[in-house]
């Protein structure tokens, strides 16, 4: 992940400013949310704020690939991490693509997950598994936005900026993020399988295990190139 190409929040248009504060309230009851989630928003969430409507309008780009609108969510938080259940709460309460600036003592992470309209149901939107940056100074990212001929395509060079693996080539967005979701999965199979192995006593037991780690180590570096 190339993390200079990340514009910092100074970047973002001042015309297309919002600066709003979200009640947390309001968006853990908009989104359903469980108890868990709602007592997260209160241990890890100082303060919500819908910083930006990066739009056509504020941005002079046409409407493309069912991208009308990015909002972006800064979101002051109490510790060092976020569950990404909270970030899920709000994409959940919010139809348009977001894009998350997580601010910690001083220092940013970049947050967001694909979302996209579903192709089943048009009413509702399909959203990925969260990607994250480093936490990054104010001054590790350069001070312009990514060039983009629509809102579609800024969206893509935003997210694109955030994942942690680059495009093969041909590989659409959809098929990047459903990429890194099986490599995901895999890393966890694998993890368990080495727990697994740990404690297991029978020899014949740990050769099978060890043989269906080693299939996953293979599928985990195929997943990667």
Known sequence: M???????????PKKASFDRVIPKSRIYENANS?????????DQVER???????????????????????????IDLR??????????????????????????????????AYKRVSEADKSKRVISGYFETEWLT???????????L????????LLKSIIPLAARRRENLPDLTAR??????????????????????HFKRKVELNRMLNELRREIDKLKG
């Open 2 to 12: 190339n993390s200079s190409i990340i514009p910092p929040p100074s970047a973002f």
């Open 34 to 42: 469980s108890a868990r989630v709602k007592q997260l928003f209160v």
């Open 48 to 74: 919500i704020r819908w910083s930006y409507k990066l739009s056509p309008t504020t941005l002079n780009l046409p409407a493309s690939d069912g991208v009308e609108e990015i909002q972006v969510f800064t």
């Open 79 to 112: 510790e060092d991490s976020l569950k990404h259940e909270v970030l899920l709460a709000i994409d959940k309460a919010i139809p348009s693509p977001i894009i998350f600036i997580l601010n910690y003592n001083g220092k940013l992470r970049y947050v967001a």
């Open 138 to 148: 104010a001054d590790s990212a350069q001070r312009e936005m990514p060039v983009a």
């Open 150 to 157: 629509n809102m579609g395509g800024l969206y893509q060079a």
């Open 180 to 201: 890194i979701d099986q490599l995901r999965a895999a890393e966890r199979e694998a993890l368990r399988i080495e727990l697994r192995m740990t404690k297991e006593k």
